[in-house]
């Protein structure tokens, strides 16, 4: 075979014109070929068959075991209802409308590093799921009234320190609990509304919120003051001391809407712009804009764009990726997960139907070395016709000489 091909390259004024011809299309191919592989597919559309189908998540929760998960669902012939599916295919409900309809009322589903799902449906209570065991921390005799929005625990070496993120009337502020009773309320949050807090170090916790400044005050409309998003830090070392705000953090514009782990670094999503904060305090900023950031099981956070976006970025101890998509990305998110190898995001569609779209988590690294084997290849076979041309070449200046 290669002594035909090399007799035919050799035919110069009948068959030049072929290598030049072949020499091209492989050019054109390697690039389409090596182009395709750019793109990110490890992400598609499924056919929802769990417990969920049919209805909007709007809080979910993944658990260790494949399969299982707690939600908050809403479907409008049915109102909001709230499960546990097991991983054999079995379900627990928490709440429903035809028996206890609080799920309406449900502001947040979060898992605690014990495994404990906990959650709020009313002022001075807080839920927790332990397993089927549901199990209620009552605050009504504490002669204050507060709702939870958001709970973050410190894992100790001795004890486990718990801070709510608690909704004061009109006002956003912070308490610790020892010994189930909750410590009066962080006298002071600098004009910002909190929306999720997030344990850092033994002692420390940050928050996320927004700033809403004096009407013009900084140079925005007085009709429609700019606000902006806000990191907080929160000192509090787990006594009956009430929690104090060390400092705030001040940022551009945009949202800051959810906290993901990445080894010992905490990632902030944001609309505009996202944060990394390190273990030593240190906060940097990267242009990773997003509609919610979530870890997978190997401690990748994803930047969930939102509806419409054709990127797909992803941050793991250090290291920023962006990824363009074959398509863009389809869901307006609500909630997301991630169990086994697969990252769970669950929204609605461009029509306002309720999807799930997911993402296979070994696909970034089978795309890239797809891609670096192509290259490789197209290097190698680019430098053989190239020599084979050379090579023919020099013969035929021998021959001419």
């Known amino acids: 075979m290669a002594g035909r091909w090399r007799r035919l390259l050799e035919e110069e004024s009948e068959h030049q014109w072929l290598t030049l011809s072949l020499f091209a299309v492989f050019v054109v191919f390697g690039a389409l070929a090596i182009d395709a592989t750019e793109h990110f597919v490890g992400d598609q559309v499924v056919k929802v068959e769990a417990l969920h189908k049919g209805g909007l998540v709007t809080e979910i929760e993944y658990h260790d075991d494949e399969g299982a998960y707690t939600a908050l669902v809403y479907a409008p012939s049915a109102g909001y209802s709230m499960f546990t599916e097991h991983a054999d295919g079995a379900s627990t409900a928490v709440y429903d409308s035809e028996t206890t309809d609080l ?38 005799s504490f002669g204050e009234t507060f709702t939870v929005n958001d709970v973050a625990d410190r894992l100790g070496k001795t004890s486990t320190h718990r801070l709510f993120l608690t909704m004061e009337g009109s006002a956003t502020s912070f308490r610790g609990v020892v010994a189930g009773v909750p410590t009066s309320a962080m006298s002071m949050s600098s004009g910002v509304q909190w929306h999720h807090v997030e344990a850092h170090s033994e002692g420390l916790w940050v928050a996320i919120g927004t700033h809403s400044s004096t009407s013009g005050a900084d140079g925005s409309s007085p009709a429609t003051p700019q606000a902006r998003p806000v990191l907080g830090w929160i000192t509090w070392a787990g006594d009956a001391q009430t929690p104090v705000l060390r400092n705030v953090e001040m940022f551009g514009e945009g949202i800051f809407h959810s906290f993901a782990h990445s080894g010992t670094e905490i990632i902030v999503g944001g609309t505009i712009e996202s944060l990394v904060i390190s273990a030593s305090e ?37 290291i920023f990726k962006v990824h363009q998509l074959s398509r863009h990305v389809p869901v307006e998110v609500t909630d997301a997960g991630a169990q086994a190898n697969h990252v769970h995001v669950h929204g609605t569609d461009e029509a306002g139907n309720p999807i799930q779209w997911t993402i296979d988590i070994t696909a970034d690294g089978s795309i890239e070395s797809g891609r670096g084997f192509l290259n490789l290849l197209f290097i190698i076979g680019g430098f053989i016709l190239l020599a084979m041309m050379a090579m023919h070449a020099v013969e035929q200046l021998r021959q001419k000489a």
């Open 103 to 140: 799920g309406g009322q449900v502001n947040f589903i979060k898992t605690m590093p014990s495994g404990e799902r906990v959650f709020s449906v009313a002022a001075n209570q807080l839920m927790g799921l332990q397993g089927n065991m549901l199990i209620t921390y009552d605050y009504t």
């Open 282 to 318: 240190d906060v940097q900023a990267i242009d990773a804009p997003s509609a919610l950031v979530v870890s997978d099981t190997e401690e990748t956070v994803w930047f969930i764009g939102a509806l419409g976006s054709q990127n797909l970025a992803t941050y793991n101890r250090g």
